[in-house]
């Protein structure tokens, strides 16, 4: 449970050979398109195969992504960030990877709310094409501004044997880690600022 970030009260899903799934909780079977909805409204599930017992919840929620990218229109996941993502794997750096994503998103998703007052209470719902938008491309910037940070570092990874003995890199991803955090912080800023001055043009 640990693994897939669910708690002991989530909703089994049983998954069989079949590939259909099986909502232990309704007793019924359900669609890839039941469980992005269920992710959106916040119900926490873990799927589990029906035969062997093995937690495949990873490898559910990332077929649901492919499928929601595969539908066309808005995608979230830009190309250059799949490309970047995709040659970290293997990398000896990677184990970074995941957290600062998760906290990333977690950032955004606790700001989200307040992005769509903001655009509801000032534009009436229709989406504000300069502002929003800068802020939009900003964010995606973003994300690979600090997937390239770890890139001046791989090299001297990779090649251990021109370090000095008993040399340590703690130091330097601290530093790394600290500057994702600044880049974190100052997004953060931005945002609130945008609240504040809604807050005085309602004034």
Do not use: W
């Not at 398109?33 to 799927?47: N, R, S, Y």
């Amino acid at each position: 449970m640990a693994e897939t970030g669910a708690d002991k009260n989530a909703v089994i899903i049983k998954k069989y050979a079949n590939r259909r799934l099986y909502n232990t909780a309704t007793s019924s079977y359900v669609t890839l398109d039941h469980l992005c909805q269920m992710v959106k409204d916040g119900i926490d599930f873990a799927v589990y195969d029906a035969k062997s017992g093995e937690d495949i919840t990873r490898s559910v929620l990332t077929q649901i992504i492919v499928e929601e990218e595969s539908k066309g229109g808005q995608n979230l996941l830009p190309i250059n960030f799949l490309r970047q993502l995709i040659s970290f794997y293997g990398d000896n750096l990677q184990f970074l990877v995941p957290r600062y994503l998760e906290h990333t998103m977690e950032y955004f998703a606790r700001n989200q709310e307040q992005m769509r007052n903001y655009m509801r209470d000032t534009f009436g719902g229709i989406f504000p094409f300069g502002r929003f938008e800068d802020l939009g491309k900003q964010n995606i910037a973003f994300f690979e501004r600090a997937l390239k940070m770890f890139a001046p570092f791989q090299g001297e990874v990779r090649e251990p044997d021109r370090a000095e003995p008993g040399a340590s890199t703690s130091g330097t991803d601290a530093t790394a880690l600290a500057d994702l955090k600044s880049q974190l912080d100052v997004l953060q800023k931005r945002i609130e600022s945008l609240s504040r001055q809604k807050g005085e043009k309602a004034k």
